[in-house]
């Protein structure tokens, strides 16, 4: 399986702030996919990001709340912006396996904001 | 209704036993089913993947049914690192649908 890590592991934010997750994967891959993990919740899809194109957001998640860039077929950030109290989650970002079937998931970002 | 649907537990089990978990989900066209295992504080991780015909790894075993639309993970002889929550989880278009989550607590 791939090898994933995400910067920052966990913050605390000031409300009307924004914060970057960057998620770096040891492999080239055309899609990635990042989450949002809400206390006591499942993981919900966010976005899907592909390298060279804009990223397509779920239902209920717009661009200007989470800004992602995809620079290469290895790394992808997603940005929380103008962030509130409701926002404090666990971000994770994955991968799709080899064979497209399933996905890996890097360790996560937990944000808190105050 | 949710997608997927999970009894949310605690299953609360002493060691050695046997556990079932249950799993619906709603969508007909999904291609596939898993389950993964989310530790605390930790991401969700693969622990198996489902299939029609069943299948087995060590202690664990799936099983699919696309006529009811159900999905289960049964644990033998559990062991305290079992303890953890088990996410069922489909396969829709290429975007995995979560369920919330079955926490299993194994006691000494």
């Known amino acids: 399986s791939a090898v994933i890590s995400q910067k920052p592991s966990r913050d605390i934010c000031q409300r009307g702030t924004s914060l970057t997750i960057q998620c770096q994967v040891d492999?080239?891959?055309?899609?990635m996919f990042w989450y949002r993990q809400q206390p006591g919740q499942s993981l919900t899809l966010i976005a899907t990001?592909?390298?060279?194109?804009?990223?397509?957001?779920e239902s209920g998640f717009v661009i200007d709340k989470f800004p992602i860039s995809r620079p290469n077929l290895t790394f992808s950030t997603l940005t929380v912006s103008n962030m509130s109290p409701e926002d404090s989650s666990i971000y994770l970002c994955?991968?799709?396996?080899?064979?497209?079937?399933?996905?890996?998931f890097g360790p996560g970002t937990r944000l808190t904001v105050l | 209704r949710k997608e997927v649907e999970q009894d949310p537990g605690p299953f609360n089990v002493p060691e050695g036993a046997t556990v079932a978990f249950n799993c619906t989900y709603s969508?007909?066209?999904?291609?596939?089913f898993f389950w993964y295992r989310q530790d605390c504080r930790k991401e969700p991780k693969l622990l198996m993947s489902?299939?029609?015909s069943g299948n087995e790894d060590g202690r664990f075993t799936a099983q699919l049914n696309r006529a009811s639309q159900y999905i289960s993970l049964l644990i033998r002889d559990s062991k305290l690192s079992d303890s953890a929550t088990y996410l069922c989880?489909?396969?829709?278009?290429?975007?995995?649908?979560f369920g919330s989550g079955t926490r299993l607590l194994v006691r000494p």
């Open positions: 969508n007909s066209a999904s291609q596939s």
């Open positions: 492999s080239q891959v055309t899609m």
């Open positions: 989880v489909a396969l829709s278009s290429y975007k995995l649908i």
């Open positions: 489902v299939y029609s």
């Open positions: 994955s991968v799709p396996s080899d064979r497209g079937d399933t996905q890996y």
């Open positions: 990001a592909n390298q060279g194109s804009e990223a397509t957001y």
